[in-house]
Structures are given as structure tokens and as C-alpha cells.
């Protein structure tokens, strides 16, 4: 079993940055394959960014391409999510969650944190 707790969250102007954490319970967290994904009010959760067991194979949603990076620390049991160049439409809860297999579907995973705000101003 893990447990996520994501951290980072806040308020914004755009153009700005956030680094969200997403810290892990478990000795075996360098097992699980962790992606972010976010869901705005009144729109469906979307997939932000997926990180690999060993770090060696990311991947981001289209609308994050290029702003976003995702990276990892095992030895912290930790992952992060750097946003940069921030938009009024990244305003969203953002979600981490683990599964032992790499997938940028939020069904493939089944464990999930409790999701950290972010609010982007214009």
C-alpha cells in the first residue's frame, strides 16, 4: 500500500512558478511508476505528466508540454512537478497517484493523494 500526499499548492499571477511535491509512505515507492493529473471545476480530470519507477521515462499532456517537468527523488520517496510559465487555465486541483505500471490514464492507477490547489491569476 502507499500513500500520496501532494504539497506546493498556492496562488499565483501567471507567468509565474509552482513546484508541487507529491511525498510517499512505503519502503517500495521506487516501484511505482507516479503521474500527475489536475481537474478544474466543471471539467474532467486531466493528465498533467507520468514519471517512471526508475525516472528514465516521462510524459506530459499537450497543454503542458514544455512548461511542466516531472522528476523524482527515491531516496526521498518524492516526486515533483515543476510548473513554469503559468496560464489562468492551470488553475485546477492537482491529483498525484502511483501504480506499478506507467500509464498517462488516470484508470491505470490505484492510488491517489488528496490533491493540492492551484490558482493561477491573470
Known amino acids: 500500500q502507499v500513500q500520496l500526499v501532494e504539497s506546493g499548492g498556492g496562488l499565483v499571477q501567471a507567468g509565474g512558478s509552482l513546484r508541487l511535491s507529491c511525498a510517499a509512505s512505503?519502503?517500495?515507492?521506487?516501484?511505482?511508476?507516479v503521474g500527475w493529473f489536475r481537474q478544474a471545476p466543471g471539467k474532467e480530470r486531466e493528465f498533467v505528466a507520468a514519471i517512471s519507477r526508475g525516472g528514465t521515462r516521462t510524459a506530459y499532456g499537450d497543454s503542458v508540454k514544455g512548461r511542466f517537468t516531472v522528476s523524482r527523488e527515491n531516496a526521498k520517496n518524492t516526486v515533483y512537478l515543476q510548473m513554469n510559465s503559468l496560464k489562468p487555465e492551470d488553475t485546477a486541483v492537482y491529483y498525484c497517484?502511483?501504480?506499478?505500471?506507467?500509464?498517462?490514464?488516470?484508470?491505470?492507477?490505484?492510488?491517489w493523494g488528496q490533491g493540492t490547489q492551484v490558482t493561477v491569476s491573470s
Open positions: 512505503g519502503r517500495t515507492f521506487s516501484t511505482y511508476a
Open positions: 497517484a502511483a501504480d506499478l505500471n506507467f500509464s498517462p490514464r488516470g484508470v491505470d492507477y490505484l492510488y
